[in-house]
């Protein structure tokens, strides 16, 4: 235990350090922020000063590990009453707009030449929840190794690009509008990170619910892969015995965060938690976020993206621009 937290620290020190810059700087630069002034200086300083292996192990744990305490601490700032104001429109928008966004991905993907389950890979990262959709939906429908590791690194940067983004194309067509704004946030980016680090752009608020619509995805993950399962198993891409042991191995549950979340969540709504309480949860969420968000960062590496080339480029920017469009139909029409 104690080599591992040695193993951790300079990497945990790191982000934390470029967590504190960013926050003093987001001082004289309010319009942007600390927690995106620290992903901004956590991708400058990571690709041209910090590549040493050492720091891995603790950007990685703060990357994770830190966002996820950042999600379970925001529980204590939502209760029911909070999630009610979205209302069945919000459930039916996220529902249609995961469709929509799996079928493009899919269909973009084998136009372009990628295989079926590159295609359904891509699709579940950018409708779900990023880098764990497809840590858990490859081994279910038996995706390669490098599979994994090309659509990851195509949906990480792709949602580089849409959170430096989307905030500003939301602040423009919404104005003052929290839950439109939220919804697009909420709706179209990928990991639980990006989703924070695009909200915290705007506001506060903005993060709360932005992170419920983002909640409301995640809860579709085990839905998901066992759909994408049976899809690749009725084309017959593999034999029945290997379907068994993916089925086996592929029984996910919901990730912990999400189930930390819901149970604050509900302890907060029946039973509501002392003010200081709550804006003690809030502070120690916020600067887990921070730090996570500079250790995000930290590990982004440009080089390795543009080494995947145009096809996958290509790939990105088309499934991008169909869930924005999505977004943006939908709301208008759901009149959300």
Known sequence: MQAKSKKILPGLLLSIM??????????????????TLSILLGILLGNVYFKQPYLEAGTKFSEGRLLEYSVVLLGATVTFQTISQLGLKSIFYVGILMTLTIIAAY????????????????AGGNAVCGSSAIGSIA??????????????????????????????????????????????????????????????????????????FKIMRILCLVFVVLSFQRFIKSKDKKDHV????????????????????????????????????????????????????????????????????????????????????????LIYILGI
């Open 18 to 35: 470029v967590a504190i810059l960013g926050k003093g700087l987001g001082l004289f630069l309010p319009q942007l922020g600390g927690a």
């Open 107 to 122: 269909q973009i993907g084998r136009r372009l030449g990628f295989q079926p389950t590159t295609s359904l890979l891509m």
């Open 139 to 212: 081994p279910a429908i038996g995706a390669k190794d490098q599979e994994k590791g090309q659509m990851i690194t195509l949906v990480n940067l792709l949602g580089t690009v849409m959170m430096l983004t989307v905030p500003f194309l939301g602040l423009a067509l919404f104005g003052d509008n929290l839950i439109e704004k939220s919804a697009l946030i909420g709706g179209i980016l990928q990991s639980v990170g990006q989703v924070v680090a695009a909200a915290s752009m705007l506001d506060s608020q903005v993060v709360t619910y932005a992170m419920l």
């Open 242 to 329: 290997d379907f068994e042991g993916h089925m086996e191995r592929s029984q996910q549950k919901l990730p912990w965060y999400v189930t930390g979340f819901i149970l604050v969540c509900v302890i907060n709504s029946f039973l509501p938690l002392p003010h200081w309480l709550a804006e003690s949860a809030h502070f120690v969420s916020s600067w887990f976020e921070t730090i996570a968000l500079a250790a995000i960062g930290l590990r982004l590496d440009f080089k390795k993206f543009m080494a995947e080339g145009p096809r996958f480029l290509l790939y990105g920017i088309g499934v991008g621009l169909c869930q924005v469009c999505f977004a943006l139909l």
